[in-house]
Every structure is written in structure tokens, then in C-alpha cells.
């Protein structure tokens, strides 16, 4: 049976003896948790892991350069000459790498020479992956793959978040501890990504897990992930389950007394096309867990506690942004129902088709009186908490937006025969606003950012689609459409540079000769946290011996809708990949997800009525 060392036994025994308990935590590397050692003692073992995160960041460079090279190659020559670490040995053995077919071995060497070659050092993967259970082979060798694509300074980073990941597993195994609710919940966005509107069953992926995730609202798809999560909430011992009108799926756990406050707090079930399992699905089944958990345990809170599985947040099959959580704001628009999808059925047809009774939308307004406030747990979206490596991080603010949809007219002319000085390049002129949004909000940036150094995204800028009609080749452009997205933490700082944009959109056209059009297509207000509840975030994060880190939502959440009745904060969850979302690559890790529990679950026992 194996001895597993404790958090009081780190904490006080001698600093030489301590370190000998947490050897080969990093491969042949003990020199990082003697020095993490420093900082005892450590109120959670999540404490001790950021610790030795800070003494490797603090070590340099070349010290980090060195311990991704005491690392072995992934089935390489250290595993065929069975001279691995028993750590090392015991992962690559779970992952299968050491039952290779001899083609596989044989490609997995070439990755491995490929790699060396180009970075100067080897790979590195957590093989146990986001659950500790272990990557297939197939999922590494396509890791291994993608990544060899890499710039070199962001493949360094990449090993380096994963020899964390690696030590994190391993520490668990030390101290005999698995995060059980957070790998269920792990486990929940794996069976629910079974549903999608399109792409192919892989047999090979844990709980024959969809190779694209798509959910478009009242889909067939969407109609199964709103059951599920409806028979989830059963389950977890809701006293009240059920879909609304506009397919919303809502629980409610009822307070200790009658005629309580409720808090309400959810997330959206729907995903953009070909995204990530996350996105959403994460502010669901956080409290889901929750009250799962103060149920088991006979547990009642001073307030309801209100989840709702909003139906609708991203607009990808009808352009009707926010619309579930708009239904409970009275801001449901009636010309949505008119509008078509690409098969042209129209969305009164499709709610229609799905059961939902049209008459009762207007009821589903809630009165914010009732309401101590909504909070929302998400993933970050973001590289911030990755780059960092703090799992959490407290909402500040949600950035305002303003979109436009434009186009500059000039003219179209043969590109063999016009003379440089005498084009009107309409997508040149685009190419020359688009670089400037980026300048200019970097700009604004730096100004932005505090004097502490922390990282700052104040505002952002892109031209996401750039488009040229009937191109050709050998045609100078006449015509480019395009659009804006631009965004920031405060709607003055949004106007600021929305009207630095749009003065530069009329100079270039003026300059080139050019003509353009411009419309504001939708327009959102800065939703900035409610103070008491980010105090309590604050308080629920420091509770569990981490960093508290503050920062912007840079994307739109369906938090910024319900500020508009009542108070609302957010807490961010780390997201792997550095952070990427809106992709198949989006994911995070059991533990995390536990982090997010047990910060929600102390929330929840300190929030008053």
C-alpha cells in the first residue's frame, strides 16, 4: 500500500527533510520545491503548487531551458533503455507509449528528431492529460504533431505549462488526493459534447466524444443537451427542473425559510460552430455540483439559488445574440421570430417545432427585487491565467463593444496596366485601417496599463472579415467589405477609440480617393462587477490559498445581460492550450474545475440573504 506524505508534514519538518518527500516531483529537478519550501507554511496544497510555479519562473531562463532537457523524449531511447524515472515511467506506461506498434514507435521517433531539431529541446506533454487519466495515443501524437508548428519562444512556454501540469498530477498522487467532484464534472462536459449538430462519432474519444462540437439554438442537438441537463438537474436534487419558453432549462434549490431572495447564477448550453466543450457549459455544472453536494448533505441556504442553462448566447443559427438570458430581462425581441436560418425555416417555426409556447416569453421577465444578484463561473477565454499559471481569476469588468459592418468603393482596374500611383485600391485601404486598429489600440493599452506591470487588455480591435467580391487575380480591388469589433473595459475608452477608427476610415478614403459606408450593427455597455459580490469572489479565491488576480473579460458574457437589472460578477477559470477557446483545442483540468467548485460552494456559505 503506498504512504502517502500529508500538507502538515510539508509545512513542519525540517526544510532538507520536507524536500526529500517532494522528490521527483520535477524530473531531476528537486531544486524547485526545495526553494518553493521557502515560502511555508501553505494553506492548501493548491498553494504549494503555485509556489513551486513562482521558484521556477524566478530561476531564469537558462535554469528553465535546462530542466525541459532533464526531461526524456516521449517513447524514445530512455524508455527503450528502461533508464526512465519511475514517474516518467509510470506516465508514459498509462498512456500506452510503452505498447507503440512498431509504425507508431517509428513516427513518434521521427516527431522526436523533427522537434529536437528545430527547438533545441524535447517535447513535453502532460500524457495524463486535463483528467490525470491519461491521453490516448492518437491524442499525443497529434499534440506532438500541431505543436511541432510552433514559434520556438511559444513552444518553450508550452513545455513549461506542462512540466506544471506533470508536477500537479504527480503532487496529487503524493498526498493521495483526487479533485472527485471535478473530475465528474470533467466527466459531465464529456457526455453532454456527445451532442452536435454536425460531425462524425470517434470511437476513440472518451464517451464517443463528437471531433467537432457544434449546438445551434432548437437544433435536434440543442434539444438533447436541454434534456440532459434537465435530468442532470433532477438528479442533483433541484427542487424545481424545468425548460422554459425560449428552452432555458431551470433549476431551482429552495432557501431554508419561505419568501426568501434568490440568487441566480448559470451559463449557455449553446456553442459556436466547431468549439469548444467548455465555453458555457462550465457555469452550469459548477453549480450543478454545488447544489448536488448541499443536497447529499441535507444543506440549506438563506436564499434560492436559481441555475439557468441559457439557451442561447453565441447567434451562430439566428442573429439573436443573448437571447436566453434577454427572455429574463424583457428584452426579447419579437422581429427575431421572423428571422430565417440557412435552410430557411424561420426561428417562430423552430420554437414551434420544439414545444415552446410563444405566448409565454413575456412572463419569463424576472423581477430583480427578488434577486440578491447573478454570478457566473466561466472559462477565461484567454491566455492571461495560463501565462500566469493561476488557476482563478475575479472579474473586474466586462468590456463594452461596438460592431460595424462597412464598405469602401473604388475602382476596379486591370493590375498589369494601372499604374501604382494611380490605383483606388479599395482593399488596400481596408489592410491600412486594419493595421491601424491594431496600432492604435495597443496604443491605448500601454496607457492603460498600471504602473505594477500587471497584464492589461484596456481595449481591442479586429477586422475579422475582409472580404473583396468577385476578386480576381489580375483586377485591382474596387470593392472590399469588412467589419469592426471593437472593444473595452469602460464604454468611454470604447467611444475613444471607435472614434479614433472611424476618423482614420475617413482619412485613408480621402487620401486614396475612395468612398465608404459604415453601420453599427450592435452596441454593448461596459458591465462592471458589482463590489460585493467580486468581494466575494475575492474572499472565496484567497480561501483556497491562490492568487487573487484580477482582470477584464475581454468577451461578452450573458452576465452583461443580466446587469442590466441587477448585480453581477464573475469568476474566470484557467483554460489549457494557452487559454484558447471558441476551438476544438479549448480545455481545462479536473483540478481546476475543482477550484471553481470549492470557490462557488464557500460563496454560496457566505453570501447573506
Known amino acids: 500500500?503506498?504512504?502517502?506524505?500529508?500538507?502538515?508534514?510539508?509545512?513542519?519538518?525540517?526544510?532538507?527533510?520536507?524536500?526529500?518527500?517532494?522528490?521527483?516531483?520535477?524530473?531531476?529537478?528537486?531544486?524547485?520545491?526545495?526553494?518553493?519550501?521557502?515560502?511555508?507554511?501553505?494553506?492548501?496544497?493548491?498553494?504549494?503548487?503555485?509556489?513551486?510555479?513562482?521558484?521556477?519562473?524566478?530561476?531564469?531562463?537558462?535554469?528553465?531551458?535546462?530542466?525541459?532537457r532533464a526531461h526524456p523524449e516521449l517513447a524514445g531511447k530512455a524508455m527503450v533503455s528502461q533508464s526512465l524515472t519511475a514517474e516518467s515511467t509510470n506516465e508514459q506506461t498509462k498512456a500506452g507509449l510503452t505498447n507503440c506498434t512498431p509504425e507508431e514507435f517509428a513516427h513518434i521517433q521521427q516527431l522526436n528528431?523533427?522537434?529536437?531539431?528545430?527547438?533545441?529541446?524535447?517535447?513535453?506533454?502532460?500524457?495524463?492529460?486535463?483528467?490525470?487519466?491519461?491521453?490516448?495515443?492518437?491524442?499525443?501524437?497529434?499534440?506532438?504533431?500541431?505543436?511541432?508548428?510552433?514559434?520556438?519562444?511559444?513552444e518553450l512556454a508550452e513545455c513549461l505549462r506542462n512540466i506544471h501540469r506533470i508536477v500537479e498530477i504527480r503532487l496529487n498522487d503524493?498526498?493521495?488526493?483526487?479533485?472527485?467532484?471535478?473530475?465528474?464534472?470533467?466527466?459531465?462536459?464529456?457526455?453532454?459534447?456527445?451532442?452536435?449538430?454536425?460531425?462524425?462519432v470517434n470511437p476513440k474519444a472518451p464517451h464517443a466524444a463528437r471531433e467537432e462540437l457544434t449546438v445551434t439554438y432548437l437544433t435536434d442537438a440543442h434539444l438533447k443537451c436541454a434534456h440532459t441537463i434537465e435530468l442532470g438537474m433532477k438528479a442533483c436534487g433541484f427542487d424545481e427542473v424545468r425548460i422554459d419558453a425560449v428552452g432555458n432549462v431551470v433549476g431551482v434549490y429552495k432557501a431554508n425559510t419561505p419568501h426568501a431572495k434568490t440568487l441566480m447564477t448559470g451559463s449557455h448550453y449553446d456553442t459556436v460552430r466547431n468549439g469548444g466543450k467548455y465555453d458555457g457549459r462550465l457555469g452550469?455544472?459548477?453549480?450543478?455540483?454545488?447544489?448536488?453536494?448541499?443536497?447529499?448533505?441535507?444543506?440549506?441556504l438563506p436564499f434560492n439559488l436559481e441555475v439557468v442553462a441559457f439557451a442561447e448566447e453565441e447567434g451562430q443559427r439566428y442573429k439573436a445574440t443573448f437571447l436566453g438570458s434577454g427572455a429574463l430581462v424583457g428584452d426579447f425581441k419579437t422581429e427575431w421570430l421572423d428571422q430565417q436560418d440557412a435552410e430557411g425555416i424561420t426561428m417562430r417555426q423552430a420554437m414551434k417545432d420544439a414545444s415552446l409556447n410563444l405566448r409565454d416569453i413575456p412572463k419569463l421577465t424576472r423581477n430583480a427585487a427578488e434577486?440578491?444578484?447573478?454570478?457566473?463561473?466561466?472559462?477565461?477565454?484567454?491566455?492571461v491565467l495560463n501565462e500566469l499559471d493561476i488557476p482563478l481569476g475575479v472579474v473586474t469588468s466586462i468590456n463594452g463593444s461596438v460592431r460595424f459592418v462597412g464598405e469602401v468603393l473604388g475602382m476596379s482596374s486591370h493590375a498589369g496596366t494601372t499604374p501604382m500611383d494611380r490605383r483606388r485600391d479599395a482593399a488596400t485601404?481596408?489592410?491600412?485601417?486594419?493595421?491601424?486598429?491594431?496600432?492604435?489600440?495597443?496604443?491605448?493599452?500601454?496607457?492603460?496599463?498600471?504602473?505594477?506591470g500587471k497584464p492589461a487588455s484596456?481595449?481591442?480591435?479586429?477586422?475579422?472579415?475582409?472580404?473583396?467580391?468577385?476578386?480576381?487575380?489580375?483586377?485591382?480591388?474596387?470593392?472590399?467589405?469588412?467589419?469592426?469589433?471593437?472593444?473595452?473595459?469602460?464604454?468611454?475608452?470604447?467611444?475613444?477609440?471607435?472614434?479614433?477608427?472611424?476618423?482614420?476610415?475617413?482619412?485613408?478614403?480621402?487620401?486614396?480617393?475612395?468612398?465608404?459606408?459604415?453601420?453599427?450593427?450592435?452596441?454593448?455597455?461596459?458591465?462592471?462587477?458589482?463590489?460585493?459580490?467580486?468581494?466575494?469572489?475575492?474572499?472565496?479565491?484567497?480561501?483556497?490559498?491562490?492568487?487573487?488576480?484580477?482582470?477584464?473579460?475581454?468577451?461578452?458574457?450573458?452576465?452583461?445581460?443580466?446587469?442590466?437589472?441587477?448585480?453581477?460578477?464573475?469568476?474566470?477559470?484557467?483554460?489549457?492550450?494557452?487559454?484558447?477557446?471558441?476551438?476544438?483545442?479549448?480545455?481545462?483540468?479536473?483540478?481546476?474545475?475543482?477550484?471553481?467548485?470549492d470557490a462557488f460552494m464557500h460563496l454560496l456559505h457566505n453570501m447573506h440573504a
Not at 498553494?47 to 513562482?54: D, I, P, R, T
Not at 434577486?371 to 491566455?383: C, K, R, T
Request: proline share 5%; glycine share 6%; aromatic share 6%.
Open 1 to 68: 500500500m503506498t504512504q502517502h506524505i500529508t500538507l502538515n508534514q510539508i509545512n513542519t519538518l525540517p526544510h532538507a527533510q520536507a524536500t526529500a518527500l517532494l522528490t521527483g516531483l520535477y524530473e531531476h529537478s528537486d531544486w524547485v520545491a526545495a526553494q518553493a519550501l521557502d515560502e511555508r507554511p501553505f494553506a492548501s496544497a493548491a498553494a504549494l503548487k503555485h509556489a513551486m510555479v513562482q521558484a521556477f519562473d524566478h530561476a531564469g531562463r537558462e535554469a528553465q531551458l535546462a530542466l525541459v
Open 113 to 154: 528528431a523533427s522537434y529536437n531539431a528545430k527547438f533545441g529541446f524535447p517535447f513535453i506533454l502532460a500524457v495524463r492529460g486535463p483528467r490525470g487519466s491519461g491521453l490516448n495515443k492518437q491524442h499525443i501524437i497529434s499534440t506532438f504533431e500541431r505543436r511541432l508548428h510552433n514559434h520556438p519562444d511559444y
Open 174 to 200: 503524493k498526498l493521495g488526493y483526487q479533485p472527485e467532484l471535478g473530475h465528474e464534472v470533467w466527466d459531465w462536459h464529456e457526455w453532454l459534447a456527445q451532442f452536435s449538430d454536425v460531425g462524425v
Open 284 to 300: 452550469i455544472f459548477v453549480p450543478m455540483a454545488c447544489v448536488r453536494e448541499l443536497a447529499r448533505a441535507g444543506q440549506r
Open 371 to 383: 434577486y440578491l444578484g447573478f454570478v457566473e463561473v466561466h472559462i477565461e477565454q484567454g491566455p
Open 429 to 452: 485601404a481596408v489592410a491600412e485601417l486594419a493595421l491601424f486598429v491594431e496600432k492604435r489600440a495597443a496604443e491605448l493599452n500601454a496607457v492603460s496599463a498600471d504602473k505594477a
Open 458 to 597: 484596456a481595449c481591442v480591435g479586429t477586422v475579422g472579415m475582409l472580404t473583396v467580391p468577385n476578386g480576381s487575380i489580375n483586377v485591382v480591388p474596387g470593392r472590399c467589405q469588412f467589419s469592426l469589433d471593437l472593444r473595452a473595459t469602460t464604454d468611454a475608452l470604447r467611444d475613444s477609440l471607435m472614434h479614433d477608427v472611424v476618423n482614420e476610415l475617413q482619412a485613408i478614403c480621402e487620401h486614396r480617393g475612395l468612398h465608404y459606408t459604415l453601420e453599427e450593427t450592435m452596441r454593448a455597455n461596459a458591465a462592471p462587477s458589482d463590489a460585493k459580490l467580486q468581494a466575494l469572489w475575492e474572499q472565496a479565491v484567497k480561501s483556497l490559498g491562490v492568487p487573487v488576480l484580477h482582470l477584464p473579460s475581454g468577451a461578452g458574457h450573458d452576465a452583461m445581460k443580466l446587469h442590466e437589472v441587477m448585480p453581477q460578477a464573475m469568476l474566470f477559470v484557467r483554460g489549457q492550450n494557452a487559454g484558447i477557446s471558441h476551438n476544438p483545442l479549448e480545455s481545462t483540468t479536473s483540478d481546476d474545475m475543482q477550484l471553481a467548485i
